[in-house]
């Protein structure tokens, strides 16, 4: 079988490869078998190369199958962490099934905070937390260069 050619799938970016099965249909299959997975390449008598989608029957394959995309698409996406919106980080899992949005520490305002900060008359309430930069105390300890 030639090397296919690896492409992102377009909806959740896995790798994949695209090849025609017997009936004439487009597959998008992941590089690599895998013992769960249930298409094979074959040659026709003329040469072409195509997949063969295995049935009940021939599963599992012997020495594993390509793994169709459409029956895994999307989970990876799933299984990404939630990240915080103020840090960054991946969020704890405890803290999302809360419906937490943010750290404990990184919550910026309570919805009230928040309300008053969207008005209009109030632009500099995140300000009073923090220097800025430049304005740490400087020691001096005397070192000779
Ligand atoms: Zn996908
Ligand atoms: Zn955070």
């Not at 490869?17 to 009936?23: A, D, K, L, P, T």
């Not at 004439?24 to 026709?44: A, D, F, H, K």
């Not at 999302?96 to 305002?109: D, I, L, M, W």
Request: with cysteine; glycine share 12%.
């Amino acid at each position: 079988m030639s090397a296919p050619d690896v492409v992102p799938c377009p909806a959740c970016s896995a790798p994949t490869f695209i090849v025609m099965s017997e009936g004439g249909n487009r597959l998008r299959l992941e590089p690599g078998r895998r013992p769960s997975g249930t298409v094979l390449p074959v040659t026709l008598p003329d040469g072409t190369e195509r997949a063969r989608v295995l049935g009940g029957g021939d599963l599992p394959a012997e020495g594993g199958a390509f793994v169709d995309h459409r029956k895994t698409c999307g989970r990876q996406k799933a299984g990404r962490p939630v990240r915080c919106p103020a840090c960054r980080r991946p969020m704890d899992p405890w803290l999302v099934e809360r419906g937490e949005a943010y750290h404990v520490g990184c919550k910026p305002f309570t919805a009230r905070e928040m309300r008053a900060v969207t008005e209009p008359s109030s632009p500099a309430v995140v300000a009073g937390e923090g220097r800025p930069a430049g304005d740490e105390p400087t020691l001096d300890l005397g070192e000779a260069p």
